[in-house]
């Protein structure tokens, strides 16, 4: 099972661009419904996050809104809370995957925001950067209900510039000049990592999910 995964910084068109790996029959993972899986009654970051941020929880749930204004107070908030959540992500990323290849899945796609910074792009086949251009990403990001210029700021801060991204991705789609364009570049990147004689460039072999943490 070939992996590739998939990133861009807020706004890029990452969700939009899953969709079109899907339409060609990849398996989609993605890291964000994963974490709100976890996060949601009975998930198993309730507890520990409870513990390690006292008054986030309510009903059983992460409240997420009290979760960021801890994270806003507290600079040393993110790596606890990455300490935590990280280790559990991955164990569902593994068990998914391994169901996936048992069930003969040929592509996967790892939606994953943050690949980069969390070392993920280590145990890819290869990695597929989705960018746009900084008035187009500003736009779409500062139409969302609640966000604000300061918030976007603050996130753009904890993920890597797109720059770098697209210098190190083996795969760039750009989505700033509409969906067309976008689906040829996932339709030519599919065909591509499909090809018996395609080799990724970041492993000669294929990873296994074991191989995968």
């Known amino acids: 099972m070939i992996l590739l995964g ?10 939009t661009t899953t969709a079109m790996f899907a339409d060609h029959g990849a398996l989609i993972w993605n890291a964000d419904e994963a974490v709100h899986q976890l996060y949601a009654p009975g998930g198993a970051a309730v507890e520990p996050i409870g513990e390690a941020f006292p008054g986030v929880v309510v009903d059983g749930a992460v409240d997420r809104t009290r979760l960021a204004e801890v994270l806003g107070r507290d600079d040393q908030a993110f790596r606890r809370l990455e300490a935590i959540v990280h280790p559990l992500v991955a164990r569902g990323r593994l ?46 990001v500062l139409a969302r209900p609640g966000m604000t210029r300061e918030r ?20 760039v789609v750009e989505t700033g000049r509409g969906l067309e364009p976008a689906r040829a570049a996932v339709a030519e990147i599919v065909g591509t990592v499909l090809s018996p004689e395609w080799v990724s460039p970041r492993r000669a072999l294929s990873p296994t999910p074991e191989r995968l943490h």
């Open 6 to 15: 998939l990133t861009g910084s807020i706004g890029m068109g990452k969700s």
């Open 95 to 140: 068990a998914d995957l391994a169901a996936a290849e048992a069930r003969g899945v040929k592509l996967a796609v790892l939606d994953i925001p943050l690949l980069f910074e969390t070392g993920g792009d280590a145990a890819v086949d290869a990695v597929v950067v989705v960018s746009a251009p900084p008035q187009v990403q500003a736009e779409r």
């Open 152 to 171: 976007f700021e603050a996130i753009l801060a904890r993920q890597l510039p797109d720059a770098e991204k697209r210098a190190r991705a083996d795969f």
